[in-house]
């Protein structure tokens, strides 16, 4: 990895820094978490770090977010003093992040436990958009209150001991910058290399690929959620087959030496759903119907003479999109 800019110096630490992070050791806390959508990471590069709602608002950039929440969510942040703060969770196993799991593609952001001991920081004993009852603190009492079984064991179905407590969160001003990035996790190694061509050549922190952090409890299964877990584009040329490299961002063909592009996605849903590869100028469709409950190898060819000299190919799994190739076609 090549080293990350530092940025702004780091905030004012809390009078009881030592005290809150002796507290998140002895509770085998090592990362926090932060889920964002994989659209996201581009924006995230530009702004060197994770910033707050009111931040992005600020910065006339809030219009080009995906968010994690639901319009709902979204107004009781508004309301109840969350729009300038950067949420983060003390394990990625919460019920909230699994209901976007199934329907986003998202990755898991792993940030240095010691942003909590900064000044300001907020720690909610349940969900900060929670209206129930008061809450949260400040502090040493703040992270004290955290139902750090509940946490550990991941509970996920409603009513269960532990399903509110487990959604805590550790609430930090502003912004919380890049170099505070321990890594970012990916579902899948396409989703990895997806993120890769998102991000670019700028420095980043290390790119992960870590199913065991998506599913409903921390294990080494395969993840039960929908997951592009491999795409190969090969150029079908008059010398032979040439494969594109996925880590690159752009795939340049010629339309005299290449007649067709092979496509060949390996995706998985827990349930049947509908995967598209999609011709991003034209809004030519490929569509495939997922099996439920296990991996389904989708294959489409497409002429060349169907693309523009400057075109996307994009693979969606229901609504959400998990690949963007950028296709320039010469002469």
Known sequence: ???????????????????????????????????????????????????????????????SVEPNADDLSLRLDSQ?????????????????????????????????????????????????????????????????SFDFEAIRSAPHERGTPGYDTVQAEILVPDKISVKYFRSIAFISEASRLEAQRAWGDAPHPPFLVRPHLFDVLASKSPPRLPNLADLRITAVSLKGGQRWDPTREQLVIRRGEVKWLNVGARVYTPEEKKACARLARSGREYVCQLKEGQYTDHYVRVEVSDLFAEDRFEYYIGDAKWATVAITVTD
Request: glycine fraction near 6%.
């Open 1 to 63: 990895m090549r080293s990350l800019s530092v940025g702004s110096p780091s905030p004012p630490i809390h009078p009881q820094a030592d005290e809150i992070l002796a507290k998140l050791r002895r509770e085998n806390i090592d990362n926090l978490f932060h889920f964002t959508a994989v659209s996201n990471l581009p924006l995230i590069r530009h702004l060197g770090g994770l910033c707050s709602k009111e931040r992005l608002e600020n910065a006339k950039c809030w219009a």
């Open 80 to 144: 109840l003093g969350n729009w300038n703060k950067v949420a983060l969770n003390l394990t990625p196993h919460t019920p909230f992040a699994w209901k976007r799991k199934l329907t986003s593609h998202i990755c898991y952001i792993l940030v240095d436990p010691s942003v909590a001991a900064w000044q300001g920081v907020e720690f909610a004993r349940l969900n900060a958009a929670r209206t129930q009852e008061p809450h949260r603190d400040y502090g040493l009492r703040g992270v004290s």
